[in-house]
């Protein structure tokens, strides 16, 4: 059946709203050279705390977290290679699938398909991060700016310089104003962005010994950046800490545990650090596998999953209930590759613990390769032709935004998993075997790991 564009008024506004703005943007950007060593222009851009399916009435935040009307929660991020590395033809077909249900777009701001934006202080290279704003703009993304990760010289190296083996490392301590300061330059030349990410996974921020967190350190950067975006426009969206929020097979913390097993308490103390000491936030971003450290999905794939939603909910009841972000999610362990109708089926049954618990964002890192197959990817290499995996994300973003209000439906059989609102439900077979199973009041016949989008009956 044809399923229907999302068109939620609030979201339509808010879109026309900064596309107009991207297009200024971009007209600007045309007129720039593509070597700009110049300053950039002046601004005119995976809770529980039991063991139980489901969250008590206590335990639950008693409101849905604040986001903007229609906010489509679900998006991407672009990684090395994505539609600017392909010829133009089939840069624009990607763009004009894009278009077609509108979603977040998320990029870094050095690495992941962007090179060193300031290779010596001052000095500014601009080009493949502009290729890739203007990506985002051309296909209608919501943009986002991940700001990660460092030059060379903000970390110990030379200047002029950029040795990608040092990516990850972190800006030493006397450069966090100067990375907050490239932060700034970022939002001033893209001023139609509204919504940045600080850093990434904490990278260079662990103890090498202990493995801890450094979240003093992390928080002391968070706080630098925040404080810059915000003198550039106080209507600027940050979060952090975009933390890895990792679970083992058992342990003694009580804080978030499940059938799933237990988070690592080390995540969480550093998660209630920055709470405690962020100068401010407009959203807290973390991600996270369903995988363990011992690589398990315990009691199995699907019940593996839990954990997102319970991670989603303690994040909600103990930031105040701050929007919650996603900024990566991982289903399946490392060095495996399942049939596509299994991978979707966990996939898509992760979103729905997403959107269940009430995330407010959930970024999808999209694997794109230049040729060849490409397990999950959004399209297929050299041709603008989507896959199933972007039909999957474009219709959470159509079906359940973040403000859409669920409702309950029964299934006869509880391998099928359900998600439903007012107009639509998604059911997912959640077996290797064909299943008949009333679901909605009617009878349904699934194949094994059959995803189903079906209208409801008004």
């Known amino acids: 059946m044809v399923l229907r564009t999302f068109t939620g008024e609030g979201w339509r506004r808010a879109r026309a709203a900064w596309r107009a703005a991207a297009i200024v943007t971009v007209l600007a950007l045309a007129s720039v050279s593509c070597a700009d060593t110049s300053e950039p222009p002046p601004q005119d851009d995976r809770a529980q705390t ?30 090395q290679y994505s539609a600017d590395n392909e010829d133009e033809a089939v840069t624009d077909g990607v763009a004009r699938v894009l278009r077609q249900v509108p979603m977040l777009q998320n990029q870094h701001i050095m690495g992941f398909g962007a090179d060193n934006p300031e290779p010596s202080p001052g000095e500014y290279e601009w080009r493949t991060l502009d290729a890739r704003v203007t990506f985002m703009d051309r296909s209608a993304g919501l943009p986002v700016i991940t700001l990660c990760c460092a030059p060379d010289w903000m ?15 972190a ?13 700034a330059d970022v939002a001033k030349r893209y001023p139609h962005i509204r919504y940045y990410m600080v ?49 083992h097979k058992g342990g003694s913390d009580k804080r978030i545990r499940g059938p799933w097993g237990v988070v690592d308490p080390r995540s969480l103390d550093a998660v209630e650090y920055w709470l405690e000491h962020k100068k401010g936030a407009d959203f807290i971003v973390v991600d996270g596998a369903s995988v363990t450290e011992e690589h398990l999905q315990i009691p199995d794939e699907f019940g593996a999953l839990g954990k997102f ?50 995330a407010a964002t959930a970024l999808y890192w999209s694997p794109q390769r230049k040729t060849g197959d490409c397990p999950g990817c959004l399209w297929q290499p050299g041709q603008p032709t989507s896959l199933p995996t972007y039909d999957l994300i474009s219709n959470f973003v159509r079906w359940f935004p973040a403000e859409v209000e669920l409702e309950q439906v029964s299934s006869s059989n509880p391998a099928i998993r359900v998600l439903a609102q007012k107009n639509r439900m998604l059911m997912v077979n959640t077996t290797n075997e064909a299943v008949v199973a009333d679901v909605d009041g009617k009878s349904h016949r699934f194949e094994p790991y059959q995803v189903v989008w079906s209208e409801r009956a008004t």
Request: aromatic letters at 12%; glycine letters at 8%; hydrophobic letters at 30%.
């Open 309 to 358: 939603g319970a991670v989603t909910r303690w994040l909600r009841k103990k930031s105040g209930n701050l929007p919650v972000w996603w900024a990566e999610w991982y289903i399946t362990p490392e060095e495996t590759q399942w049939e596509e109708p299994r991978r979707l089926a966990v996939q898509a049954v992760s979103m729905m613990e997403f959107a269940t618990s009430g």
């Open 171 to 183: 800006p030493t301590r006397e450069h966090f104003d100067d990375f907050a300061k490239l932060a």
């Open 50 to 79: 039991s063991d139980s399916a489901a969250p008590t009435a206590e335990q639950a935040p008693a409101e849905p977290p604040p986001v903007p009307r229609d906010w489509p929660r679900w998006g991407i991020t672009h990684t």
């Open 155 to 169: 970390k110990g190296g030379p200047a002029g310089e950029t040795d990608w083996n040092h990516l990850t490392d």
């Open 199 to 247: 850093w990434n996974e904490f990278k260079g921020f662990y103890d090498p010994d202990t493995k801890r967190p450094d979240a003093e350190g992390y928080t002391e950067l968070y706080n630098k950046v925040y404080t810059a975006l915000k003198q550039v426009n106080p209507d600027i969206q940050v979060g952090g800490p975009y933390i890895p929020i990792n679970s």
